[in-house]
């Protein structure tokens, strides 16, 4: 009895004891349960609205957008905003790039499925002996969902979406698909994204040409881009690179002898400072673009520019407006500028707004007002606030009697003539010389560029307002105010205009009275190939041609001109048939030279930028020098392309 009385205390005692271990049991299952639900909160939590990695077929990348002159082969300026960068497939990328980028980044890039762990322990390892975080253990498939689509913060929420999207990443695409992406996104340097941007800048060409030596230096690179990319950092940055060369030894890429010859190979980035091609034209270009564009579009959309530009005709006028600005600092003219056109098709051969657009200060500047005689950024071939044409303007005066049906037989008389009251005084203006030569011809008073029969043609034979109906039809964009503004001081050049728009009304004449508007963009391509925009050139007839040649013919004949200007003028070519006009304005701010042949014309523009006046001397004298120097270089080089097309 007593026995079994003591079994039942002890069935009891088991039994006690087993529904301990169940609650205890349940309460621990409970808490995994919440912990598990906890934590699929959490990562759900952290997961949603996360970017598509399908996106990366879809998404293209901010890529710089190329001006170039209009051979495609010259490139004169990248516009971009954070990220200058030219994408390429990974066939052009070396072997030795791809495998130093690898080795020094991702050993097990082609073994693992976008995680490494062994390497992630192996930092955490390393990390722990050095107290500090200085190993990391991120794949390149992690490296370019974090750079993509996630920031650089280091946080428990930012990691597991990275490891969410680096999954998915690599379960959608191959390999070779993730590196060619990963290349053309990383950074190699403030700005530098890509390894094509990259090699152009540090090394002056296109990746494919890079060496083992110059692979490496790109793949240290990516470690600490902003770091490594400085000067003062060459010896670090030479370091890596061989940290770099001696991994790919270990992985079997290269040898131990290739390394080391590597090693030898001294490299020197080359600076990243941007140089610009034919700056006041370039930036003339852009700011076409950006009010048709839009200039984020611009700075992201990858988009090669060709422009009308002929890089040689360039040099040259660079080279003829500099050396014969500095050379007018004796008639107190310190600027000048040059526009050249094709008159066929409007195309913007050649632009020099200043003298040196690169030079470091202005001059001849007053400390009173802070304006200055020469600025080197403000583009005077499209600036007129201020600028007149002077006698320049005459020629299109003369063409509106000629279609009146007088021509350049047509007798006026030259002689001191009081023209009324204008302006609040009597206008009685005078020639040049202070000569009177009585009758005279239109032709001669054109080619002598004489005023006093000029204002007659003005006001007795053209009249202002056909005048400036023409004036506008021919090209100039600037005489929009009211017309009684205007007097018989037009015809000498009393209205403000732009040096691009009267090279554009000279080409009506040399095109048998064609307007084409000036042409700065020849086309456009996207990043894919797609022409985006492309130059029509549709001439527009605006005067007649009898009228267009009859002006040439005046403007071109050195006989008629003789008298004033002299048979050996720098306005007279031997071998050439160039009809040419100059102009003053009256108070000697401006100086004019603009010429043409059927091929090209060509409009030079002396002074000051804060219309200082200039020494009393003509345009012929000023601006005609350097008129004539560039087309001595450039008539030679344009009627050999005439003959061979």
């Not at 088991?14 to 349960?33: N, V």
């Not at 990248?78 to 495998?99: G, Q, T, V």
């Amino acid at each position: 009895m007593a026995k079994r009385l003591f079994q039942k205390k002890i069935v009891y005692k088991k039994g006690k004891k087993l529904s301990i271990f169940l609650k205890i049991g349940l309460f621990l299952i409970g808490i995994l349960f919440f912990f598990i639900l906890a934590s699929a909160g959490v990562f759900i939590y952290y997961i949603k609205d996360l970017p598509r990695p399908e996106d990366f077929n879809e998404r293209i990348p901010a890529q710089s957008t190329k001006i170039y002159d209009r051979t495609g082969k010259v490139l004169l300026y990248e516009i971009y905003k954070e990220e200058k960068r030219e994408i390429i497939p990974l066939s052009e990328m070396p072997e030795s790039l791809k495998k130093a980028v690898i080795a020094s980044e991702d050993a097990k890039f082609y073994k693992h499925h976008g995680i490494d762990f062994e390497g992630i322990i192996r930092a955490i390892k390393l990390n722990w002996k050095l107290k500090k975080p200085v190993y990391g253990g991120s794949t390149i498939s992690q490296q370019l969902i974090r750079s993509t689509f996630l920031t650089t913060k280091k946080t428990l929420k930012r990691k597991i979406r990275e490891i969410v999207l680096t999954l998915e990443l690599e379960r959608r695409y191959s390999k070779d698909q993730i590196l060619e992406w990963y290349l053309n996104q990383i950074p190699f340097g403030p700005n530098i994204y890509g390894v094509q941007s990259a090699s152009k800048i540090y090394f002056g060409k296109p990746a494919k040409e890079l060496t083992l030596a110059e692979s490496a230096t790109l793949a240290a690179l990516i470690k600490a881009p902003s770091y490594y990319s400085n000067p003062a950092n060459s010896e670090q940055l030479l370091e890596r690179r061989n940290y770099v060369l001696e991994r790919m030894v270990q992985e079997h890429y290269i040898t131990t002898e290739e390394a080391n010859e590597a090693k030898k190979e001294k490299i020197k980035l080359l600076p990243k400072k941007q140089t610009i091609k034919a700056p006041h034209f370039v930036f003339y270009v852009e700011n076409y673009l950006a009010k048709k564009y839009g200039k984020d579009f611009l700075e992201r959309g990858g988009f090669k520019i060709y422009t009308s530009l002929d890089w040689e005709l360039q040099q040259i006028a660079e080279k003829v407006v500099k050396e014969g600005a500095e050379k007018n600092k004796i008639y107190n003219a310190f600027n000048a500028a040059l526009v050249a056109m094709n008159p066929k098709t409007g195309e913007i051969l050649a632009m020099v707004g200043s003298k040196d657009w690169y030079a470091e200060k202005s001059e001849g500047c007053n400390k009173k007002t802070g304006k200055c005689k020469f600025d080197p950024k403000v583009n005077v071939a499209t600036y007129h606030i201020g600028r007149q044409p002077g006698s320049a303007f005459k020629p299109i005066v003369y063409a509106t009697a000629f279609q009146k049906g007088y021509d350049d037989k047509t007798i006026v008389i030259d002689e001191r003539t009081d023209f009324g009251v204008w302006g609040g005084k009597h206008y009685i203006p005078s020639n040049y010389d202070g000569l009177f030569r009585g009758p005279v011809t239109l032709r001669s008073a054109l080619a002598q560029s004489l005023n006093i029969p000029a204002v007659k043609v003005l006001l007795n034979l053209a009249g202002i307002e056909d005048s400036i109906k023409n004036a506008k039809k021919f090209g100039i964009t600037t005489l929009n105010k009211p017309l009684s503004f205007y007097g018989p001081s037009l015809v000498l050049g009393g209205g403000e205009v732009k040096l691009l728009d009267m090279v554009s009304v000279y080409s009506v004449f040399a095109n048998g009275g064609f307007r084409v508007p000036p042409v700065a963009v020849l086309k456009i391509v996207d990043s894919k190939g797609n022409i985006v925009e492309k130059a029509t050139f549709n001439p527009k007839p605006v005067l007649e041609k009898r009228v267009a040649d009859l002006i040439t013919s005046i403007l071109s004949d050195n006989e008629a001109r003789a008298p004033m200007f002299g048979r050996n003028s720098v306005l007279y070519f031997k071998d050439y048939k160039v009809a040419v006009k100059t102009g003053t304005t009256d108070n000697y701010k401006d100086a004019w030279t603009i010429g043409y042949t059927s091929s090209i014309v060509v409009g030079v523009w002396c002074g000051n930028n804060d219309n200082t006046p200039m020494v009393k001397k003509p345009g012929v004298v000023i601006a005609g020098p350097i008129w004539r120097n560039f087309l001595m270089q450039a008539l030679p080089r344009q009627q050999k392309e005439e003959t061979e097309k």
